[in-house]
């Protein structure tokens, strides 16, 4: 089993920026490839970014490709999600996934409960 615990999310203005953060326990972290998707009410769950168990590999939805940058840190079982130039349409619950062999975003294993972040104008 893989426990995975998101924080960071809040409430900004458009055009402001976060970094969501999500960390790992009870495997090892580095096994994982490890993903961030979001759902805002009414809406199906979105892909929004992907990274390879080293990181060397990254891989982004459209709709958030050059404003949001993955990353992560096996030294310290976390991944992370920084966020920039936000708006009103990236509104949602974005939730950390793990999974061990991911070629689509229905073979992650684990999910984490979410974290809300609010844009507003």
């Known amino acids: 089993q893989v426990q995975l615990v998101e924080s960071g999310g809040g409430s900004v203005q458009a055009g402001g920026s976060l970094r969501l953060s999500c960390a790992a326990s009870?495997?090892?972290?580095?096994?994982?490839?490890m993903g961030w998707f979001r759902q805002a009410p009414g809406k199906e769950r979105e892909f929004v970014a992907g990274?390879?168990?080293?990181?060397?590999?990254?891989g982004y939805g459209s709709s958030v490709k050059g404003r949001f940058t993955i990353s992560r840190d096996n030294a310290k079982n976390t991944v992370y999600l920084q966020m920039n130039s936000l708006n009103l349409e990236d509104t949602a619950v974005y939730y950390c996934?793990?999974?061990?062999?991911?070629?689509?975003?229905?073979?992650?294993?684990?999910w984490g409960q979410g974290t809300q972040v609010t844009v507003s104008s």
């Open positions: 009870g495997r090892t972290f580095s096994n994982y490839v």
């Open positions: 990274i390879s168990r080293t990181g060397g590999m990254t």
């Open positions: 996934a793990a999974g061990l062999s991911v070629l689509l975003p229905s073979d992650y294993d684990y």
